[in-house]
C-alpha cells in the first residue's frame, strides 16, 4: 500500500471516527441505514480495493471480508434449506417479536432477513477495517466522537432541567410507519425530582450506555483521566440498568487483574458509599427505581423483558432440532435480550460462533494494561448484549472487536511490560 493511499485511509477513519456512535440521525431521513456511520462503512467495502489496489492489507481486508460473509451465508442458507424441506412445520410468532409483524405467514428467505443483513455488512465491513488497519493515533479522535455524544447528551439533560421539554433537535430517525421515534425521550421520577434520562444521539438511554461503556473503560486503559471521568458521569446520567451492571462487570474485573486495593476500583467504591452516606433515601429511591423494580418486576419493563425472554425460548424449545441447531435465519425475531434472539435466529451453531468471536482475543490478547480494557470492554459488551441489549448493529461493538484482533498479531510488539499474576499493576 503506497503511502499517498495509506494516508487517505487514515484520514478516512479519523472522519469516520468522530460520527461512529451516532444511531438516531438520518443523512437522507426517507432511507433507514443512511446514518454517517453506516454510509461510511458501507463506502469503505469499495474505497479500501481502489485504494490499495488489493495489495497488502487490502487484500486481507478483502479475505476477512468475504470469510465472515461466507460464514454468515452458510449457517443461514442450511438453516433455510432444512426449512423449505419441512413442510410440516408452520410456527406460532404470536408469541414472539418478529421484526417485520406485517408479515407472519413467510417462513422461508423472510424480507427481513436481507434488510437486517445490511446493517450486519455495515458492521463486518467496520470490523474488518479497523482490523486491518488501526492506528493508535486515531484514539484522539475516537475520544472525539465520544466526547461529543456525551456533551450533547449532557445539553439534553440541562435544557430540560431549565424547559421542561425535550431539546433534542438533531435527531430524525424514525421506524415503522414514521410516527416511531428512533430515540426515545425518556424521564425518570426519584421522589419530587424529575430528570430526563441521558440518551444523547442514540435509539434511548440503554443504548447509550451500550455505545458508551467500552469507550469508558478504554478511556480509563488509556489514562485519559477528565475523559473518563466525563463519560462516567453520562453513564451514571443515563440511569440505565445497562450502565449500572457494566459498571459492575468492570470493577470485577479490575478486581480479578489488580485486586481490592487497585485505586480506581477504590475510586469506584468510595464514591459509592459517598454517595450513598450523603443521600441515603434519594439513592435508595434512586436503586429501587432503576435497578430493584427491574431486576424483581416490579415495573413494566421487567415484566416486558422476562414474558419476552421466556416466550422465546418456548419457541426455540419447540422448533424443529436441526432449527434448533441453525436457526430460523437471520433477522426474524428480536427480543430483549440477545441470547434468546441468537438461538432462534441463528441457532446453537449461530450462537457459538458469535461467542468465540468475542472471547478469541479475551484469551489471546498479551496482559498489557492496555489490552486489559479491550479485553474488559468486550467482556462488558458481550453481556450486556446477552442480558439486556440484543443489539448487533451498533458500529462501537465492531470497532472495539476490530481494535481487540488488531492487537492480537501486535502484541510482544507494541509492548513491552507483560503484567503476569505476580507483577500487575496499573502503570504511572
Known sequence: MSVNSSTIIDKYFKLWAIVL??????VIPSIQGTTPAYIFALLSIGVVPFLTKFKGKGINYIRDLLFFLYIFICINLIGQLYLSLDVKFNPDFSTVRIIDDEDISTIV?????????????????????????????????LFLGVCILGIYGVYEVIYFLLFHENGDFISNRTFGDGTHSGSLFQTISIGSLVL??????????????????PFWIYSVHKKKILIHLFLFITLILTTSTTAYIGI??????????????????????????????????????????????KLSLSNDSGIERFMLFTNHMD???NLPLFTQIFGMGFGVVRSTDMFSTLLVNNGIVGFVLFTLLFFYPVFKLENTYQNIGLKAA?????????????????????????????????????????YTKSNLKIPG
Open 196 to 213: 430526563q434520562r441521558l440518551k444523547s444521539l442514540t435509539g434511548e438511554p440503554s443504548m447509550y450506555a451500550f455505545t458508551v461503556l
Open 109 to 141: 428467505l423472510r424480507k427481513s432477513m436481507f434488510t437486517q443483513s445490511l446493517y450486519l455488512l455495515a458492521a463486518a465491513a467496520t470490523f474488518v477495517f479497523v482490523k486491518n488497519f488501526y492506528k493508535q493515533s486515531w484514539d484522539k479522535f
Open 378 to 418: 468486550l467482556i462488558v459488551i458481550y453481556f450486556s448484549m446477552m442480558i439486556s441489549v440484543p443489539e448487533y448493529s451498533y458500529l462501537s461493538t465492531w470497532l472495539f472487536l476490530g481494535m481487540a484482533y488488531n492487537m492480537i498479531p501486535k502484541r510482544n510488539i507494541a509492548y513491552n511490560t507483560s
Open 315 to 317: 419457541f426455540y424449545k
Open 248 to 293: 459492575i462487570i468492570y470493577t470485577l474485573i479490575r478486581i480479578r487483574y489488580f485486586g481490592v486495593k487497585d485505586k480506581i476500583v477504590l475510586f469506584l467504591i468510595v464514591i459509592g458509599l459517598i454517595v450513598c452516606l450523603l443521600n441515603w433515601d434519594f439513592i435508595s429511591m434512586f436503586v429501587n427505581a432503576t435497578i430493584l423494580e
Open 21 to 26: 456512535p451516532i444511531t438516531s440521525f438520518l
